[in-house]
T-cell receptor
Framework: KNQVEQSPQSLIILEGKNCTLQCNYTVSPFSNLRWYKQDTGRGPVSLTIMTFSENTKSNGRYTATLDADTKQSSLHITASQLSDSASYICVVSSGGYNKLIFGAGTRLAVHP | GAGVSQSPRYKVAKRGQDVALRCDPISGHVSLFWYQQALGQGPEFLTYFQNEAQLDKSGLPSDRFFAERPEGSVSTLKIQRTQQEDSAVYLC??????????????????FGPGTRLTVT
């Protein structure tokens, strides 16, 4: 069964600190892996998209890594800001029309 | 605006009522997806349209769920005889590419804000 698992389930950090979120997946066929940010009451917004041949991709203070051999990905957030408080969802795309398979998300709270 | 819009944003239905949720995708987008997001969970795939054709409805949880996109733009997700377990946020997403794209081609799915359905 296609699955995407994320850890930790929730995380609290102080403003300005860094953090790393983890994602493991068992999805076939694999098209690409995405990280989304979802603010409360809003739809998910894409942060990064990586194919199997890409090891790392950055978007501002967000850096995603992908190890296609071990089927693991991480999202590193640098110098966190209060506005980073949200759910971060790891998503694996599968198939010809890029059907998205979502993890349950990591709920991040950044405190002043 | 140019984004995906959904209406209503909130819907409260009594158990057994029928509901209809609307999605207006980004103009010209070929693909349209519906997802169901339970509280504290990630979204789960319900169904996929390429233009007006429903190519995948494998995620629809029961025959009470029906989706259509008759003219290849606006889509409606209908839920008949709603049950409490139908309470969730229903997300719609659209993208500019369709089926038979190279698997390595990356493209965005743009999400709407969702409709929060509460069945009492």
């Amino acid at each position: 069964k296609n699955q995407v698992e994320q850890s930790p389930q929730s995380l609290i950090i102080l403003e300005g600190k860094n953090c790393t979120l983890q994602c493991n997946y068992t999805v076939s066929p694999f098209s690409n892996l995405r990280w989304y940010k979802q603010d409360t009451g809003r739809g998910p917004v894409s942060l990064t998209i990586m194919t199997f041949s890409e090891n790392t991709k950055s978007n501002g203070r967000y850096t995603a890594t992908l190890d296609a051999d071990t089927k693991q990905s991480s999202l590193h957030i640098t110098a966190s800001q209060l506005s980073d408080s949200a759910s971060y969802i790891c998503v694996v795309s599968s198939g010809g029309y890029n059907k998205l398979i979502f993890g349950a998300g990591t709920r991040l709270a950044v405190h002043p | 605006g140019a984004g995906v819009s959904q209406s209503p944003r909130y819907k409260v239905a009594k158990r057994g009522q029928d509901v209809a949720l609307r999605c207006d995708p980004i103009s010209g987008h070929v693909s349209l997806f519906w997802y169901q997001q339970a509280l504290g969970q990630g979204p789960e795939f319900l169904t996929y349209f390429q233009n007006e054709a429903q190519l995948d409805k494998s995620g629809l949880p029961s025959d009470r769920f029906f989706a259509e996109r008759p003219e290849g733009s606006v889509s409606t997700l209908k839920i008949q005889r709603t049950q409490q377990e139908d309470s969730a946020v229903y997300l719609c997403a659209s993208s500019s590419v369709g089926d038979r794209q190279p698997l390595t081609k990356n493209y965005e799915q743009y999400f709407g804000p969702g409709t929060r359905l509460t069945v009492t």
